[in-house]
């Protein structure tokens, strides 16, 4: 009931921006009301960073992930309140990862998390998420709040999506408070993806093509992904994708051709009508036709990349046995390489079933991504 009610708050937040938006003054008080219970609902949900009886740990991310914004800003996390802490072009010149990784701006950040100042997390939808590893001895006595390396490196390649999902990315949402007008360019150039690959100059575990926005969206997106390959032969490059753009031959033969390790797919749900809930404007079965056309054509040229990922996200109206098990039916009918669950992580949208700690996610612990 929890999950569920955080969904009607947010969706009463939408309703009411739009509908201020289209100059009717009767909604702004409505608005404010909406938005306050639901910022109640957040703070008080377990794990909250505003929950000061959680004695959370300081957050892994500044220690693991740097994620690189479209436009070339360079942020902690990929939330929209993750702040912004350097920029990757500085006049003419690229600035190597490694003076951002190891400059003041991140060991500042770190820094602060060590000595228990959560104030930059709040409102940040990713701290204490679920499913993140604590930090280590080492991250936690770094010299000078420094990190070893990247594990995790993030590039937007687009902040638009071609999807109206419940979130700040969606259409509905008001377009003031989306990631793409913060951006000063909405598709990143290639000019500067070129500059950011020269700018890579210490080694990363994994180099993820996604953050807001719909990836397949970029029109030189496997030539990125073939750059960044040449750059950086031995990390794991994989992106995310709604699986929308998977009908076209031209860009499925781009992806079988890109480099790319691994493509996650985002469907969550076993028919259109608990998949539509949260991926507004998708087609359920045209995405699955797109996720066996890919992996028909990539077997029939000898290929094993890119590893196709059915990632399921667990919601309070996706989560009965019922669909699970009708969602793990398709993927095998299909022939996807993994399929796997995720916790989401956003406000009142988790699914109460599987919660950590209770025996419907011990059952699925194996299956989470």
């Known amino acids: 009931m929890k999950g569920l009610a955080g969904v009607r708050l947010l969706r009463a937040r939408l309703h009411f921006a739009r509908r201020r938006e289209q100059g009717q003054v009767w909604a702004y ?21 505003r929950n000061p009886k959680t004695g959370a740990l300081p957050c892994p991310i500044p220690f693991r992930e740097m ?28 600035v190597g990862l490694t003076g951002i990784w190891e400059g003041e701006a991140f060991r500042s950040m770190r820094a602060r998390m060590l000595a228990g100042d959560r104030s930059a997390c709040q409102g940040c939808q990713l701290y204490q998420c679920p499913g993140f ?28 999506c071609n999807f109206d999902c419940p979130t700040i990315c969606g259409h509905s949402f008001p377009r003031s408070k989306q990631p793409v007008s913060a951006r000063q360019v909405t598709f990143m150039p290639m000019d500067l993806f070129r500059r950011l690959v020269d700018a890579i100059d210490l080694p990363i575990d994994k180099i993820c093509f996604y953050n807001y926005g719909e990836p397949l969206l970029h029109p030189e997106f496997s030539a990125m992904c073939r750059l960044m390959r040449e750059r950086c032969p031995s990390s794991i490059i994989t992106t995310s994708t709604n699986g929308s753009r998977l009908g076209d031959p031209g860009v499925r033969a781009g992806l079988l051709a890109s480099g790319l390790d691994e493509l996650i797919v985002s469907v969550d749900g076993a028919s259109q009508a608990t998949y539509e809930v949260y991926r507004r404007g998708g087609r359920f079965e045209d ?63 988790a699914s109460e079933t599987y919660r950590p700690g209770t025996e419907a996610f011990e059952r699925i612990r194996g299956k989470l991504f």
């Open 133 to 160: 590893e604590p930090l280590s001895e080492e991250e936690q006595t770094s010299n000078g709040g420094g990190a070893p390396r990247i594990h995790q490196l993030l590039i937007e390649p687009t902040a638009v």
């Open 287 to 349: 995405i699955l036709r797109g996720m066996r056309l890919l992996r028909e054509e990539r077997d029939r040229a000898g290929l094993l990349r890119p590893r196709i990922l059915w990632r399921y996200i667990l919601f309070p109206w996706n989560d009965r046995d019922e669909d699970l098990a009708e969602a793990e039916r398709l993927a095998g009918e299909i022939g996807v390489d993994r399929f796997c669950y995720h916790l989401s992580d956003l406000p009142g949208m």
């Open 29 to 49: 008080p409505l608005l404010k009301v909406a938005k306050f219970f639901h910022k109640v609902h957040r703070w008080t949900r377990p794990g909250s960073a």
């Open 67 to 94: 994620v690189i914004n479209c436009d070339g800003t360079v942020a902690c996390g990929s939330t929209a309140q993750a702040p912004i802490l350097e920029a990757l072009i500085e006049g003419a010149e690229p």
